[in-house]
């Protein structure tokens, strides 16, 4: 398996997600970041379930992606990944919440996006699993590929 590409002689970053299950609610994986063939970071993802690549309700398909560095006021320093149309604005953010409302806010963390975290936990008390620390692995993969990455994403067998 080909880890890395290359861009003017450098080594790009790749990100890998392994989609583990597809519950309907949510999309669970794992995520490992290479720097060439060497493992930087692993951590855990959410997103929301496979529904066709609906807009604003649906995990975007496996697939490569570039994924470029951005800053808003609501998310701080997070990643756009590119190339997800007809959908606009996917991004990579801190979050716990998918398939079950944030109890702050009364709704899920993301709609479309990917999440990061340590571990999957039912923070709520819900019976759906969430992610913790994801502020902590956002900030780790920041530090790590501040200029963004490739993305691969395979999808739950």
């Avoid at 800053?71 to 959908?87: D, L, V």
Wanted: aromatic content about 8%.
């Amino acid at each position: 398996m080909r880890l890395f590409g290359h861009k003017k002689g450098i080594a790009v970053k790749k990100l890998i997600i392994k989609r583990l299950r597809d519950n309907g609610k949510q999309t669970q994986g794992r995520a490992m970041l290479f720097n060439g063939h060497e493992k930087q970071l692993e951590f855990v993802t959410l997103e929301p379930p496979w529904l066709n690549d609906a807009i604003g309700k649906s995990c975007i398909p496996a697939g490569i992606y570039n994924v470029k560095p951005r800053k808003s006021a609501k998310y701080g320093n997070h990643f756009i990944i590119e190339g997800t149309s007809p959908r606009e604005w996917v991004l990579f953010h801190a979050g716990n919440y998918i398939g079950s409302k944030n109890p702050k806010t009364g709704h899920p963390d993301s709609v479309g996006c990917i999440l990061v975290g340590s571990a999957f936990v039912d923070i709520n008390k819900d019976g759906i699993l969430d992610i913790s620390a994801s502020r902590i692995k956002m900030d780790a993969l920041l530090r790590l590929a501040p200029e963004g990455f490739q993305l691969e994403i395979i999808g739950v067998k």
